[in-house]
């Protein structure tokens, strides 16, 4: 229905058009908020490390990377929220930094990834044939790598920098969302609407764009929500083995790696890293759940 | 049966030829090289750095290497490493038995985990019961293994004052010291695991337990037990099975960093030891075990679905 206004040449219905869909976006979202409380409270999680690591310099009690010869090792107090490191550096501070790296390395590989691997997806989905064989197979043999094994391989090869873990994290998520795509695209391109503009004449990248992207957009969210969470596990897996984010950073998994040969005198240092990641994964996946439950309900149980 | 299976190991050699393809190529392209890194600091002459990679094989054009290796592999000769010398094949069968028995204690424990729990939350489905199953699992979920094998060393350091054995011992060795090796990395992998399980089995069940047969069965009069364990149980395990084969990809990369936190000589902490080295050919043998594990396994569950679900085996 909506289509026809969309594609209309007269400016005051496309007007009418965008202004329903901002209705319905608004409407979407009152619903999703009445129906997934779990789901709300996840985001507004979310938002709050958001801004939390936005603020680092305006919230963190120390310099992340000052050290304190008078304090190193100390257990929780007031002075130390979360106690101080072998080099007396404030635990808390480079918790609320190290959620800029994690943030960081997310957001950047989760949306190079959607962009790289819904271009791939819509070409193969698309075009078939040879085109899509072609690819498949490629995708495939990344996908037959272990993807943990694989990001080990690439980031080692390259050295230790935050933009090389991101490189090697976008190499094994693009898979996944191109099959994704992949799969929307065929369905889509058998769909009785894009037999309609086909025959009317519209060109395959209108096609494309007008009736693909949109379909695709509830699988791609629910699937981003979780890949941030595994990429964020990745980073700090990454770092923990030296081979992620370089010192004198504060990566989550860095504090964790230098934490452990700590372990029986400071435990502290091993336990708060590792709970803020946990947290924050943890927020990921309930988000990705009620979206999934929220956008389509085929999936859920 | 016989040519499906046929068909996907032709169609998984293929995607391992691309995949060692890449792995070869790329770790040649990148900066640094295994010659320069053996003869670093030794201030070593442009003659002995091709006289080395003359006895390496390394002045040979990339397309012939490859080849060579590739005829190699296909013979069962996965070359040298380029370091100690020895067979690859050697050094793989040393390793590749203790991240075998990683992943296979923590698949074990996860289904001994997962399967009765995600019952029971299925079964007191929509309870408190429930609902605490439910939070539990998605937070096992989400804890990075590597932050439960810390915790559980630190805690068992700790509160009983034990960590595990140092030095590794094979399981023909010493099974109990194997065992106190291997009990705590396998229950981190497993936790993650059976998380995914839980919910796999509960949503599973849940289904199966709402459908039409269920309630003939029930009104013919059979126990609630019978109707769960012999009826919905085995209906669900099609895709508990599916996601097993799933999640060996995620299994095996978290041995990776396991087998690094707890000391134990497996295939993964090969990789990551010899990919700063250079060390091509173990690399390369390493990615190829590591991929044809996960395509057989992935076979293996597809073949499994047929045994446990007919109407799949006659389609």
């Known amino acids: ?301 | 049966m016989g040519e499906y299976i046929v068909r996907r190991l032709i169609y998984g050699v293929l995607v391992l030829f691309i995949m060692v393809t890449f792995v070869f190529v790329v770790m040649r392209a990148v900066p640094g090289d295994v010659v320069t890194l053996q003869l670093a600091d030794s201030g070593a002459t442009e003659e002995q750095i091709q006289a080395l990679e003359t006895e390496l094989g390394l002045d040979k054009s990339m397309i012939a290497q490859l080849g060579d290796w590739l005829t190699g592999a296909f013979q069962g000769d996965l070359g040298n490493s380029l370091w100690s010398g020895l067979p690859v094949t050697e050094i793989i069968g040393d390793r590749l038995p203790v991240t075998l028995q990683l992943s296979l204690m923590s698949i074990v424990l996860a289904i001994l985990i997962g399967i009765p729990v995600g019952v029971i939350s299925a079964v007191k489905h929509n309870t408190f019961i429930d609902h605490l199953l439910r939070i539990t699992s998605v937070g096992g979920l989400s804890i990075p293994n590597f932050w439960l094998g810390l915790i559980l060393l630190t805690g068992f350091a700790l509160v009983f004052n034990w960590i595990p054995p140092l030095g590794y011992q094979s399981f023909i060795e010493n099974p109990v010291v194997n065992v106190q090796q291997m009990i705590l990395p396998a229950i981190c992998l497993a936790i993650t695991l059976s998380a995914s399980i839980v919910r796999m089995t509960r949503s599973a069940v849940l289904e199966v337990l709402h459908s039409d047969f269920i309630r003939t069965i029930r009104s013919k009069g059979a126990k609630e037990r019978v109707v769960i364990y012999k009826h919905a149980l085995r209906n669900s395990l099609v895709s508990v099975i599916t996601l097993i084969g799933l999640q060996v990809g995620y299994l095996l990369g978290g041995t990776v960093v396991l087998e690094s936190i707890f000391s134990l000589p497996g295939l993964g902490s090969l990789i990551f030891e010899t990919v700063s080295a250079r060390d091509y050919p173990v690399v390369q043998a390493s990615v190829l075990i590591f991929g044809a594990m996960f395509l057989l396994v992935n076979l293996f569950v597809d073949v499994m679905y047929g045994w446990v679900d007919p109407r799949i085996r006659n389609s």
Request: glycine content about 6%; aromatic content about 6%; some cysteine.
């Open chain 1, 1 to 301: 229905m909506s289509q026809v206004q969309i594609e209309s040449e007269i400016p005051i219905k496309k007007h009418l058009a965008t202004r329903t869909r901002l209705l319905r976006v608004k409407n979407q979202c009152i619903r999703f908020i009445s129906m997934q409380k779990i789901g709300v409270i996840s985001a507004l999680f979310i938002l709050l490390v958001i801004a939390v690591a936005i603020l680092a310099p305006v919230i963190a009690p120390y310099d992340p990377v000052a050290q304190n010869r008078e304090a190193f090792l100390s257990a929780p107090t007031m002075q130390h929220l979360m106690g101080t490191d072998d080099l007396g550096r404030d635990v808390f501070s480079r918790i609320i930094y190290g959620a800029r790296i994690s943030l960081l390395v997310g957001f950047a590989t989760v949306i190079i990834s959607i962009i790289l691997g819904t271009i791939i997806g819509m070409i193969s989905g698309f075009f078939g044939g040879i085109v899509d064989m072609v690819i498949q197979r490629i995708m495939d043999s990344i996908m037959a790598i272990p993807a943990l094994i694989l990001a080990l391989f690439i980031a080692a090869l390259l050295g230790p920098a935050v933009q090389n873990v991101i490189i090697a994290l976008v190499i094994i998520e693009i898979p996944r969302f191109a099959r994704i795509v992949r799969g929307e695209m065929m369905r889509i391109r058998e769909t009785n609407y894009v037999e309609a503009s086909r025959s009317v004449g519209a060109n395959s990248l209108r096609i494309i764009m007008k009736h693909g992207l949109p379909n695709m957009m509830a699988p791609i969210i629910v699937m981003a929500s979780l890949a941030f969470g595994q990429t964020i596990i990745a980073e700090a897996s990454l770092s923990f083995l030296g081979i992620g984010t370089p010192p004198p950073n504060s990566s989550w998994g860095l504090m964790l790696s230098n934490a452990s040969r700590y372990m029986e005198s400071a435990p502290w240092l091993v336990f708060f890293p590792g709970l803020a990641l946990s947290l924050l994964v943890l927020a990921f996946n309930l988000l990705g759940d009620a979206l999934r439950d929220f956008l389509d309900p085929k999936l859920s149980s």
